[in-house]
């Protein structure tokens, strides 16, 4: 039985730091891309970083470039993203998912991820 679960979401004041955590089990972690994305309220639920199963490519949505970075460790079957310059618009669940594409194009897509994790809430206040 594959398991996501998400880790380090809070409350924080616009300018500060998170760090979340998605630790997997139940699959071959090395062997999977993983991607976080993130839900807002009344919205659709949004890319906004990926990382392949070695690590070589990593992806992020303008939005969130120079201010967040995702990480793994294969080791610890764990993925992480490092949430800097908080802003109040960050405010959303935000989701792991396992799957996706070692590909340059198509891995933004929450149809090519096969597992996802519950999420966990980030609330920045402005």
């Known amino acids: 039985q ?4 998400e880790s380090g979401g809070g409350l924080v004041q616009a300018g500060g730091s998170l760090r979340v955590s998605c630790a997997a089990s139940g699959l071959p972690f090395s062997s999977y891309n993983m991607g ?3 839900q807002a309220p009344g919205k ?3 890319f906004v970083a990926r990382i392949s199963w070695g690590g070589g490519r990593i992806n992020y949505v303008d939005s969130v470039k120079g201010r967040f970075t995702i990480s793994r460790d294969n080791a610890k ?8 310059s908080l802003k109040p618009e960050d405010t959303a669940v935000y989701y792991c998912a ?21 999420g966990t809430q980030v609330t920045v206040s402005s």
């Open 2 to 5: 594959v398991r996501l679960v």
């Open 36 to 38: 976080w994305f993130r």
């Open 44 to 46: 659709e639920r949004e």
């Open 77 to 84: 079957n764990t993925v992480y993203l490092q949430m800097n």
């Open 98 to 118: 396992a799957g996706g594409t070692s590909s340059s194009v198509g891995y933004d897509s929450t149809r090519v991820y096969d597992y996802w994790g519950q």
